[in-house]
């Protein structure tokens, strides 16, 4: 397991891994020598903030598109998480000009679990910027699909929901990942047949968030409490408990992305919230070493920061309030059920009434925070 130390360096914070960081993560001291490292890195700097741009571009649009997303459906569920292939495949759609637009990708399954438990398989997509020129998907790499794993109409609200969750967290902070929501009909290429049609999230790809950000992408285990920002110390452990997500950790890397800004602080963004006790999927369960029995049951799981900072973050949801439970309401409200969004609602004034009791905070946020790993 990789551990991060901490050690002063003049004046500032610098952060070193007991062993060399993968090529993928750069210390802050490297981000400071960034300027000086000649034409290739400057010209690589230019080509990601230029891709950063294109994608933010298909981020933009809040209204879901419907894409069919075409492959061969029986080899894509046959293969084993992130040792399968990457596959033939396309993404097709009706521009703005009538006609049909279609992007030959590729296609890999990923993960674990959902690979062993759904119906479709959670799977990235490798998109050609040459191939996609001039359509929406133009600026997009290697992103997610966050698909259905049930092709019914309870499984679909699971993802609408977490899909609000994004929307959610993005309107808490910049330092969150953009996501789009997609009407995905899923065709199988010989012959065309539809299988099904039903609601899918793409991300923003890891680098480019961290692009996005001007910090530089991490991938070692280990951070602490020490490293972490604290504004967004707070604010990710606040959010998974008004959620009720405890299926995440900074220390192990799970559900979660570190961003390292260049004066040496870490920023957590976290992501995959279908284990939340808000969306209540079916399949999802509580680690046993926990003091919960339920995902419907809140726990806080997030480090310890200056008090000051949890105070903060309490502000900002009071103020975010009427803007969070708008968002069901608008247009990707209305595509939820009725008794889906009134529970929601009633979960997350749960979660008010306990910010809103100063001691009721203390005990079941503050005093609770994680001082190690």
Known sequence: MKSFTRIAAGSALTMIASFPLCAQSTQPSQVAQQGTQGPEKKKKDKSEKKKTEEAAAFFSATTPIAVTLTTNLHKIRGDKGDTGPWRDASLSYVGEDGKPVVVPIQIKTRGIWRKHNCEF??????????????????????????????????????????????????????????????QMTYADENGGKVDTKRAAIILEEPDVLAERMGTSFMKEKGAGPDFMEPHHGALVGIFEYFIGNTDWSIFALHNIVLLAQPDGNVIPVPYDFDFSGVVNAR????????????????????????????????????????AIYGLYQDDIGKMMKKDQVDQTLKYYDDFYKTINDSRAANREIVKQCVSGR
């Open 121 to 182: 398989p959670p799977v990235r997509f490798n998109i050609s910027r040459e191939k996609s020129k001039g359509t929406i998907f133009y600026g997009l790499d290697k992103p997610k699909l966050v698909s259905y794993c049930r092709d019914d109409d309870t499984y679909e609200q699971y993802v609408l929901q977490e899909y609000q969750l994004y929307r959610i967290y993005h309107m808490l902070t910049p330092a969150s990942y953009n996501a789009r929501l997609i």
């Open 283 to 322: 399949y999802a369960t509580v680690d046993p070493k926990l003091s919960i029995n339920r995902v419907r049951d809140r726990l806080f799981r997030g480090y310890c920061v200056p008090t000051e900072e949890y105070s903060k973050v309490f502000d900002l949801f009071r103020e975010k309030k009427d």
